[in-house]
């Protein structure tokens, strides 16, 4: 790619204002991952018609699936669709799960507003190394960074772990000290993709480690607070995937309010990436199975879309708390 270009020009945000009014308002920021069209202007739609502020965020394997300069000019897009629709709500493009300096860097100068460094399986001083190097390439060009502490099971993209291995608070305030980090995504029991828990019969999903929260909270106050892998995985949706020929057996989520209350506490924003392939692939399943004489992606991806608007609005009005807040 050529010159490198400024978020600024492509008239995005940062999350750094974002957060400070989250954090007074007791909300959160909805974060929602994308992989195509349908699924960006399906945000958009939805956050401009709520009034949320709102990341749009890309995995180093969308990023590639999408072309790093399509990307951009999707972006601008973005924002341009919105103040069309009489919206001139905040929009922060943010690189989730970034895993080395040179593809953090690649971002800043390809205008993402907000990259995320995770260093959170290597060593501490390497994860604290790591991301001290991404914070200050992106401060000298405005950029905010997430990072990680603690690790989440799970596999999503390319983020793939075993286990949940939990934040330690008294970790917490060396890492943000050395760092210099704007939010910090922590480990409390979330997971990654639409399997979070193997629950046995008649077994609820465990609570969210709360107590870790509030101590992570305690020691950095007033600090932004992120929450990976946090789709509830809803049912509906996983039902209409088997009804239509899918195989989902045992897919759940975190339940709605225990990220209700973690919205009003420190947690600055709130990733959800499952719950939004869920809709699509629900939808297009039951399009096609309906409809098997169609073969127009307009119609199947735009009953997606349609279905995904509905999804982020619920998730912005009652979950997030984001709406009405741009």
């Known amino acids: 790619m050529g010159d490198a270009v400024s978020y600024k020009d492509l008239g995005l945000a940062n999350s750094r204002e974002?957060?400070?009014?989250?954090?007074?308002?007791?909300?959160?920021?909805?974060?929602?991952?994308?992989?195509?069209?349908?699924?960006?202007?399906?945000?958009i739609v939805a956050c401009a018609e709520t009034k949320s502020p709102v990341i749009i965020q890309v995995s180093k394997g969308a990023r590639d699936y999408a072309n790093q300069t399509m990307l951009r000019f999707m972006a601008m897009g973005a924002v341009q669709m919105a103040r069309e629709m009489g919206s001139d709500i905040p929009i922060c493009l943010h690189l989730d799960h970034g895993d080395s300096f040179d593809l953090c860097k690649s971002c800043v100068?390809?205008?993402?507003?907000?990259?995320m460094i995770d260093g959170s399986h290597l060593p501490y001083e390497e994860n604290v190394a790591l991301t001290k190097q991404v914070v200050e390439y992106a401060h000298a060009h405005d950029v905010t960074v997430e990072g990680e502490l603690g690790v989440l099971a799970g596999i999503e993209d390319e983020v793939q772990a075993e286990q949940s291995t939990y934040t330690k608070p008294e970790e917490v305030e060396?890492?943000?000290?050395?760092?210099?980090?704007?939010?910090?995504?922590i480990s409390i029991g979330t997971s990654h993709g639409a399997y979070k828990f193997k629950l046995g019969p008649g077994e609820e999903?465990?609570?969210l480690r709360f107590d870790i929260l509030a101590e992570v909270e305690k020691r950095i106050q007033g600090f932004p607070i992120v929450l990976h892998g946090a789709s509830s995985v809803v049912q509906s949706y996983v039902q209409l995937i088997n009804q239509y020929g899918g195989k989902m057996e045992g897919a759940v989520g975190v339940p709605e309010e225990q990220l209700r209350?973690?919205?009003?506490?420190?947690?600055?924003?709130i990733n959800i990436d499952s719950d939004g392939r869920l809709a699509v692939t629900a939808k297009v399943r039951e399009f096609l199975a309906n409809n098997p004489g169609e073969f127009d992606p307009r119609k199947y991806l735009g009953a997606a879309r349609k279905e995904l608007v509905d999804l982020i609005k619920h998730k912005n009005q009652t979950v997030l708390g984001s709406a009405n807040r741009a």
């Not at 009014?21 to 909805?30: D, E, S």
């Not at 100068?109 to 990259?115: A, E, P, Y």
């Not at 060396?174 to 980090?181: R, W």
Request: glycine share 8%; hydrophobic share 45%.
């Open 174 to 185: 060396d890492f943000v000290g050395k760092t210099g980090v704007d939010s910090l995504a």
């Open 261 to 269: 209350r973690a919205a009003a506490s420190a947690v600055c924003k």
């Open 205 to 207: 999903v465990p609570p």
């Open 18 to 43: 974002m957060f400070a009014k989250a954090m007074v308002g007791g909300y959160a920021i909805p974060a929602y991952n994308f992989n195509n069209l349908e699924q960006l202007q399906a945000i």
């Open 109 to 115: 100068d390809s205008g993402f507003s907000s990259v």
